[in-house]
Nanobody, 123 residues
């Protein structure tokens, strides 16, 4: 098990940028890392994922070209740089760590989750 703590959320205007951070309680070298979000009244949805070596990243279509996922294994931290934010990006953002790369984009019972950080984008 690994504990995850997200930070960096806030209230911004449309077009602004934010960088979210997720710090793990211990080394995550064997874990794929992902970001998800959940808007009010909606199901949690996949946003972005990165493998352990940062050689592979992929994104949900609506954030491609605007969001960038990265990680610093020396700091046990994964980041989500969010640019050109839109009102529809408003949600609680969650970090996930999973040893199963094939499951990193799913919301199944496996994996480790953080408590989330609120991102609100005003139009």
């Amino acid at each position: 098990q690994v504990q995850l703590v997200e930070s960096g959320g806030g209230l911004v205007q449309a077009g602004a940028s934010l960088r979210l951070s997720c710090v793990a309680s211990r080394g995550t070298l064997t874990y794929a890392m992902g970001w998800f979000r959940q808007a009010p009244g909606k199901e949690r949805e996949f946003v972005a994922a990165i493998n352990w070596s940062s050689s592979t990243m992929y994104y949900e279509n609506s954030v491609k070209g605007r969001f960038t996922i990265s990680r610093d294994n020396a700091k046990n931290t994964v980041y989500l740089q969010m640019n050109s934010l839109k009102s529809e990006d408003t949600a609680v953002y969650y970090c996930k760590a999973d040893t199963r790369w094939s499951k990193i984009s799913t919301t199944d019972d496996g994996g480790n989750w953080g408590q989330g950080t609120q991102v609100t984008v005003s139009s």
